[in-house]
Structures are given as structure tokens and as C-alpha cells.
């Protein structure tokens, strides 16, 4: 299992970029697929986008086009890059791992929060 923990949150205008990245200590860390997740305010916690150990993304519909995950395998680490963001990606953006391969450990970091606001 591994343990997780996020930085690069931060107040920005709308329009503007951020990049988050999430940090991975112990073991197996590249036999996990890392995802990012969030949740706003009175919401529920909704997928952003994963990234599988082979490199296979996958993202929400509504974010397509404006955020790119990635993994670099040597640093442990995955990250977030979000662009043209809105007042809508307004949340507290959390990481996520699980194994690929049983028995499938799952592990969250404690979130980084992220306000877009003028």
C-alpha cells in the first residue's frame, strides 16, 4: 500500500493554470493505477482523471481538453496539470491509488485544495 501526499493547490483567477502533483512513498508504486479526484462543497467526491501503470488515461467527459494527468514512474510521483480553469473547479482535490493486482489496496492523501476565483 502505498501512502500519498498532494501539493500545488492554491487560489487562481479563472482562465488560469495549475499544476498539482501527488507524491508516492512504499511499495509498488508502479503496479498502481493513480487517479485524481475532487470534491466541491455540498457535493459528492467525482473521478477527474486516471492514469493506469501502463500509461492508459482516462478522464471525466466534462474535463476532456483542459486536464492531463501523468506518472513519472523514476520520481514516484503523478500529477495534474489543469488549464483554462473555471469557478466550477472549485474543490478539494484529492489522490487516489489502487493495485492493479490483488489484493487491490486502495489509498487517498488527505487533499490540496484548489479555489478559482477573480
Known amino acids: 500500500q502505498v501512502q500519498l501526499v498532494e501539493s500545488g493547490g492554491g487560489l487562481v483567477q479563472p482562465g488560469g493554470s495549475l499544476r498539482l502533483s501527488c507524491a508516492a512513498s512504499g511499495r509498488y508504486f508502479t503496479s498502481n493505477t493513480m487517479g485524481w479526484y475532487r470534491q466541491a462543497p455540498g457535493k459528492q467526491r467525482e473521478l477527474v482523471a486516471t492514469i493506469r501503470s501502463a500509461g492508459t488515461t482516462n478522464y471525466a467527459d466534462s474535463l476532456k481538453g483542459r486536464f492531463t494527468i501523468s506518472r513519472d514512474n523514476a520520481k514516484n510521483t503523478v500529477y495534474l496539470q489543469m488549464n483554462s480553469l473555471k469557478s466550477e473547479d472549485t474543490a478539494v482535490y484529492y489522490c487516489?491509488?489502487?493495485?492493479?493486482?490483488?489484493?487491490?489496496?486502495?489509498?487517498w492523501g488527505q487533499g490540496t485544495q484548489v479555489t478559482v476565483s477573480s
Open positions: 487516489h491509488a489502487i493495485l492493479e493486482v490483488a489484493p487491490y489496496s486502495r489509498s
